[in-house]
């Protein structure tokens, strides 16, 4: 049975559809994004919407892998998946299908992934992507590199007040790795020290056989947050050289983003373990005031090429998009981005000079559209009120003589008459009416 209320049911829950004002608020952070990466030298790759199971699930953790969606391929009667995450995929293509290529590999993306997400929580089961992948470099300049790119696009989106969160995993690992902990009690340790809950954390601790000193250190994780002065309380507290060694390395990398001018973004969050399965080195999230989750995240994964066969070190970082619009949403250069710029409103019975012009206005790079139906001049303005159009252009009628266009801005009903001869000339710009 078909009928309205078949037409008007609810989309499955956590998925939305975006009409054309968000969308087009969507489109412009993306262009935003992607000239940053265009910038710094990263060539655009895309990827597939659907993924063998296996081959995906060798490249995710334990957490993506269980919000990843799967079903039967009726042709080849292999399991499939609907990509929960872009960077598996990246590092699939780059192991299997540019090999010959040289290293390092500079490559971006934009898309949409799918995971499972409980319903309660009210978060999306889509996630928009935009982000990059610098393959085939073992070096702090590389992970620097990331961090300084994702500064450059927050910074050219408008933001003033963002920090990006920096850690390094094996901070944690090296004081876990020494404590001893096996199974569930690293899991419940983990959950606490991401929730800086010092008290939870040594109540974990005492009643488990860690030394005394291991349980200094791991209590003192959550309290490791601030500048550049936390590397040295951290020095003093831990012992191990994996610790050690992730310190010296965030050392690095600060040195070199000094270089960049962009310490001042930066804070050191050495009890952010909360990474992905695939990390091994220096990650990030990116935070801006007002909005309570991360709207970019990333860090090194020397090991994940890997898994397809070809051993590479790697770091990379994306951007959520919607966290992104959320965000920046009310702000005016947005609101700004969905307008278009001419409706072309004919009272002649020829339809030629209409289509002439707007052909012309177009070829100078002006959004124009042709108001078909036939509608009064009042109901044609008020339709480009709300299509969000800036200018109506009048052709025809008693607004204008025979060699003229009358110009009207929308927002206020402001006209003027135009001479066809200025409007054809190259020079002829629409920033020069009121």
Not at 25 to 47: C, M, N, Q
Not at 206 to 233: M, N
Not at 394 to 408: P, S
Request: glycine share 10%; hydrophobic share 40%.
């Amino acid at each position: 049975m078909t009928g309205s209320l078949s037409i008007e049911a609810a989309l499955p829950k956590g998925v939305t559809d975006f009409l054309p004002e968000k969308a087009d608020k969507i489109g412009y952070i993306e262009t935003r994004i992607r000239k940053v990466f265009e910038l710094w030298g990263f060539r655009r790759i895309i990827t597939p919407l659907l993924e063998f199971e296996d081959v995906m699930a060798a490249g995710l953790g334990e957490d993506l892998r269980e919000k990843t969606f799967r079903f039967d391929d009726r042709h080849s009667g292999k399991l499939l998946a609907i990509p929960s995450d872009i960077t598996p995929q990246v590092a699939r293509i780059v192991a299997t299908r540019m090999r010959g290529y040289p290293l390092p590999h500079r490559l971006s993306y934009s898309g949409r992934v799918l995971r499972h997400a409980e319903l309660q929580s009210g978060r999306s089961r889509e996630v928009f992507q935009a982000g990059v992948e610098l393959i085939g470099l073992d070096s702090p300049e590389a992970d620097a590199e990331m961090v300084a790119m994702a500064i450059e696009v927050l910074k050219g989106l408008g933001f003033a007040e963002f920090k990006l969160d920096l850690g390094h995993v094996d901070f944690a690992r090296g004081i876990i790795a020494g404590s001893g902990l096996t199974g569930d009690a690293v899991g419940r340790l983990r959950e606490a020290i991401g929730k800086k809950d010092s008290s939870a954390v040594r109540g974990i601790l005492e009643s488990e056989p860690v030394p005394d000193p291991v349980k200094e250190e791991l209590a003192a994780l959550p309290r490791l947050f601030g500048g550049r002065e936390i590397l040295e309380e951290a020095g003093r507290i831990v012992n191990n050289d994996i610790s050690r060694k992730a310190l010296d390395n965030i050392a690095q990398v600060l040195d070199i983003l000094a270089i960049h001018g962009v310490t001042d973004h930066l804070t050191i969050d050495l009890g952010e373990i909360r990474g992905l399965g695939y990390h091994s080195g220096l990650t990030f999230e990116g935070f801006v005031t007002g909005v309570g989750e991360a709207v970019c995240s990333g860090g090194r994964y020397d090991n994940l090429t890997a898994r397809y066969g070809f051993p590479a070190p790697a770091t990379g970082f994306a951007f959520n998009i919607l966290t992104l619009l959320n965000a920046l949403e009310k702000r005016p250069e947005i609101e700004a981005c969905k307008t278009r710029d001419i409706l072309i409103f004919n009272l002649k019975d020829d339809r030629r000079e209409a289509l002439e012009i707007a052909q012309h206005l177009r070829s100078r790079g002006y959004s124009t559209a042709r108001d078909i139906i036939r509608r009064s001049f009042d109901d044609s303005l008020d339709y480009a009120r709300r299509m969000n159009i800036v200018r109506m252009m009048v052709i025809g009628g008693e607004l204008c003589g025979t060699d003229e266009i009358y110009v009207v801005r929308v927002a206020d009903r402001l006209g003027i008459a135009l001479k066809k001869f200025d409007l054809l000339k190259d020079n002829f710009s629409l920033d020069t009416l009121p």
